[in-house]
């Protein structure tokens, strides 16, 4: 399945432009909302892509360590002295 991308900015992202997306996006908490406002704006289609495989990544990391994290804690008080 092929998309088209009418009526949508495709122009290359220079390397300057992406040092300054990667200067704001680590900027805590401003990132977070920075990546919502990307990843629904139709302006700039790798923009947008990014800005949501960012969101998704992050989600599986903050799942991936939620569970870490309640394991290691049983784990941890499972341990009686």
Same mark, same amino acid.
């Given at each position: ?11 290359? $992202? ?11 996006? /680590?900027?805590?908490? *401003?990132?977070?909302? *920075?990546?919502? *406002?990307? +990843?629904?704006?139709?302006?700039? *289609? +790798?923009?947008?892509?990014? =800005?949501? +495989?960012?969101?998704?990544? /992050? =989600?599986? /990391? ?9 394991? $290691?804690?049983? =784990? ?6």
């Amino acid at each position: 399945m092929q998309t088209t991308y009418e009526n949508k900015n495709t122009e290359i $992202i220079s390397i300057k432009t992406w040092l300054l997306y990667l200067f704001i996006l /680590g900027i805590p908490f *401003v990132n977070i909302i *920075v990546l919502i *406002v990307w +990843a629904f704006d139709n302006y700039n *289609v +790798a923009r947008s892509n990014f =800005a949501k +495989a960012s969101l998704i990544m /992050g =989600a599986i /990391g903050f799942v991936l360590m939620f569970i870490f994290y309640y394991f $290691i804690y049983s =784990a941890m008080d499972s341990m009686h002295y």
